[in-house]
């Protein structure tokens, strides 16, 4: 055996210390991120994009999925092979007109009239997500929310699919599809509503989770004041997102009957909903807390339940993401009755 001489016993030491405290580097790097990728990461998007990570913001009681979601959407266009167009036909009552034929109405692209080959009266199971304000300026309305979802479900096909979101400083995902009606309305019940309004973000997170939904037919409820105050998103981004969506929007809007006790944010909510609900070919229900919110819910319901489907196959099929223009009256030959049609206006090729 030999020996190592003082010298080279030395170099040994010498690289046997940078070796350890490589390795102890090494470990402790190691450790960090995995202490790192135990926490939520929060990423805040770039000014001009559409993307960001979202999490979601604990209220105070164990409402729904805490997991960090990261949602990357994409804008959505109609295959220009065949152009579906949900219609609602109301009366000066409000009311569904049923007993329509085809011949009954005539579409319009661009301008250009269409064919239409595919018709139907449609109520079959869709994907719903609710989006619920539980944020603090919701605090003396909870009981609204929960009155008007009761009858909003009366009308429910036993198979529908329901999401519901709440909005807080950030969205909350209070039930997901493998809850059924009954566990949402517990959720509602448990709520003590606290934080700022992310509505915007809340929609954004609702037409999100309707991409991935198990039905074609897809609507968002959304029962708000309207009063945004704390969302990333903004009000021009999650417009465009809505109208190139397949989904109707619907919003009933508690509010304040006297405009002075209103916020600036709650006295521009009805522009805000509005706008985001009527290029999608649903509607805004602006009521008083005494006037009936629940029956305004069960309106929408059957409207959801009485839509005319409109298809066509355009004229032009081009698939350059251009945005046509789509217009729906009744037939010349149709009793001139009064009635309202509620359609989406707009659609972008692909």
């Known amino acids: 055996m030999i020996e190592a001489g003082p010298c080279l016993q030395s170099i040994l030491n010498t690289r046997l210390y940078i070796l350890s405290a490589c390795l102890g580097a090494a470990l402790a790097f190691t450790a960090s991120a995995s202490a790192q990728s135990e926490d939520e990461v929060h990423v805040v ?47 000066t009552l409000n009311r569904p007109v049923t007993g329509l034929t085809k011949d009954s109405f005539e579409l319009l692209d661009d301008g250009e009239k269409q064919k239409i080959h595919f018709f139907s009266l449609d109520d079959d199971a869709l994907s719903m997500a609710l989006v619920l304000d539980i944020s603090n300026s919701m605090v003396n309305r909870v009981s609204v929310e929960r009155e008007a979802l009761e009858k909003f479900f009366q009308n429910a096909n036993p198979e529908d699919e329901y999401f519901a979101v709440g909005v807080s400083s950030s969205p909350l995902l209070l039930a997901d599809s493998a809850q059924g009606i009954g566990d949402i309305q517990s959720q509602l019940a448990l709520v003590q509503p606290a934080g700022y309004t992310a509505l915007l973000d809340s929609i954004y997170f609702a037409l999100n989770k309707l991409r991935s939904a198990r039905y074609a037919r897809r609507a968002i409820l959304i029962i708000s004041d309207g009063g945004e105050n704390d969302s990333r998103f903004n009000f021009r981004e999650i417009k465009a997102l809505a109208e190139e969506s397949d989904v109707t929007v619907y919003a009933i809007r508690p509010v304040d009957a006297l405009p002075v006790f209103r916020t600036i944010e709650e006295k521009l909510g009805n522009r805000l909903l509005s706008g985001i ?37 355009p004229t032009e099929r081009s698939h350059t993401g251009k945005s046509h223009r789509i217009k729906v009256r009744m037939a010349k030959s149709t009793d001139s009755v009064a009635v309202h049609l509620q359609y989406r206006k707009q659609y972008s090729s692909r």
């Open 45 to 91: 998007p770039r000014p001009g994009t559409m993307e960001a990570s979202e999490r979601a913001t604990d209220t105070g009681r164990p409402l729904g999925s805490t997991n960090h979601l990261k949602l990357r959407p994409e804008r959505l266009r109609v295959d220009v092979d065949v152009v579906l167009v949900p219609v609602v036909v109301t009366d």
């Open 277 to 313: 609900t009527d290029v999608t070919g649903g509607r805004t229900v602006s009521l008083g807390y005494s006037d009936n919110i629940a029956g305004a819910a069960a309106a929408i319901s059957t409207e959801l339940r009485n839509q005319y489907v409109l298809g066509y196959h």
